[in-house]
């Protein structure tokens, strides 16, 4: 999932504070060479070799690779059965310290021709919003932390952070993560009533949290054993959904969206599919602030 391609995975910011002209060219990504000790390693590339960063008045285009070296387990082992098989026929048994500085060994060897795995998250900043391609904590802290490297400034956006509701109260759902609130479990239960929104009535997908903390997932034809859920007092964390037809996921409490289908448009440059596409997904998010503000009138504290 990503932005230009594909089913659409997105992450909202309000970007708080940048630099007028942004530098990209001071995050440049650096491939890990052979025999280096380092295993992970990120930075910023561009849409498309040699292409733009900046691609219209106050509107960037970035995408965020990251390479990480997993060793892989069944190698390491292997390898170190040879080091102990030689230890043995030079020295005697090896003792556990020795084991310890053998398996480093193998390890060591092994980085010498790594094969890191790599990871892209496309990004994409219009009217001092930044939108990211992923809904993944890992993948959304590497991003932001390039960014804060050279000067902007973050946070989530969100209904509740946009209006700085305060937390209603709450026994039942664990708020882990900046950004989370207990607010998008209550909008995801009102979306249920909405006449233009329904869960997805045969591959669905749902999370709750009972009352007593115990975490479901449903999976399939939700919707009679979700609603026994909710009149027994549950809390939806997160949904596959249909708004007016469109199919995607929600996550309640952080605000997330993934799955959310897209076509390919019948562009000639990358610029123009990238915008389309764009299009539809803020749409998309417009679309959900408006249900928001709407559904949630009656919760909302009045001004």
Same mark, same amino acid.
């Given at each position: 999932?990503?932005?230009?391609?594909?089913a659409v995975a997105c992450t909202r910011f309000t970007i708080l504070n940048m630099p007028e002209e942004i530098p990209f060219d001071q995050l440049p990504f650096r491939a890990i060479t052979p025999g280096s000790a380092i295993r992970e390693r990120s930075?910023?590339?561009?849409?498309?070799?040699?292409?733009?960063?900046?691609?219209?008045?106050?509107?960037?285009?970035?995408?965020?690779?990251?390479?990480?070296?997993?060793?892989?387990?069944?190698?390491?082992?292997?390898?170190?059965?040879?080091?102990?098989? %030689? +230890?043995?026929?030079?020295?005697?048994?090896?003792?556990?310290?020795?084991?310890?500085?053998?398996?480093?060994?193998?390890?060591? $060897?092994?980085?010498?021709?790594?094969?890191?795995?790599?990871?892209?998250?496309?990004?994409?900043?219009?009217?001092?919003?930044?939108? %990211?391609?992923?809904?993944?904590?890992?993948?959304?802290?590497?991003?932001?932390?390039?960014?804060?490297?050279?000067?902007? $400034?973050?946070?989530?956006?969100?209904?509740?952070?946009?209006?700085?509701?305060? $937390?209603?109260?709450?026994?039942?759902?664990?708020?882990?993560?900046?950004?989370?609130?207990?607010?998008?479990?209550?909008?995801?239960?009102?979306?249920?009533?909405?006449? +233009?929104?329904?869960?997805?009535?045969?591959?669905?997908?749902?999370?709750?949290?009972?009352?007593?903390?115990?975490?479901?997932?449903?999976?399939?034809?939700?919707?009679?054993?979700?609603?026994?859920?909710?009149?027994?007092?549950? +809390?939806?964390?997160?949904?596959?959904?249909?708004?007016? $037809?469109?199919?995607?996921?929600?996550?309640?409490?952080?605000?997330?969206?993934?799955?959310?289908?897209?076509?390919?448009?019948?562009?000639?440059?990358?610029?123009?599919?990238?915008?389309?596409?764009?299009?539809?997904?803020?749409?998309?998010?417009?679309?959900?602030?408006?249900?928001?503000?709407?559904?949630?009138?009656?919760?909302?504290?009045?001004?």
């Amino acid at each position: 999932m990503g932005l230009l391609n594909g089913a659409v995975a997105c992450t909202r910011f309000t970007i708080l504070n940048m630099p007028e002209e942004i530098p990209f060219d001071q995050l440049p990504f650096r491939a890990i060479t052979p025999g280096s000790a380092i295993r992970e390693r990120s930075g910023v590339v561009p849409y498309k070799p040699e292409e733009p960063f900046l691609i219209g008045a106050g509107r960037w285009a970035f995408r965020v690779r990251i390479d990480k070296v997993l060793l892989d387990s069944t190698l390491i082992n292997e390898r170190l059965m040879e080091l102990i098989k %030689v +230890e043995e026929e030079n020295v005697g048994p090896p003792s556990p310290q020795t084991r310890r500085q053998l398996r480093k060994l193998a390890e060591d $060897e092994l980085m010498e021709h790594p094969s890191p795995k790599s990871k892209i998250i496309e990004c994409y900043i219009e009217n001092l919003i930044l939108y %990211v391609g992923s809904t993944s904590k890992g993948h959304i802290g590497a991003v932001l932390e390039l960014l804060q490297r050279v000067g902007i $400034e973050v946070e989530y956006k969100t209904p509740w952070i946009d209006r700085g509701l305060d $937390e209603p109260p709450n026994e039942i759902v664990d708020m882990k993560e900046p950004g989370q609130s207990i607010w998008g479990c209550r909008f995801l239960q009102k979306l249920m009533g909405d006449p +233009e929104t329904i869960v997805e009535p045969e591959k669905g997908s749902v999370k709750l949290v009972t009352g007593d903390g115990t975490k479901v997932t449903l999976a399939g034809p939700v919707t009679r054993e979700l609603d026994r859920l909710l009149d027994s007092g549950s +809390e939806m964390l997160s949904a596959k959904v249909l708004v007016k $037809e469109v199919s995607f996921s929600l996550d309640g409490l952080t605000f997330r969206i993934s799955g959310f289908k897209l076509d390919n448009f019948k562009t000639t440059h990358w610029i123009e599919q990238l915008e389309e596409r764009m299009e539809h997904v803020k749409g998309l998010w417009g679309l959900l602030d408006h249900k928001f503000e709407m559904l949630m009138a009656d919760e909302l504290p009045q001004a």
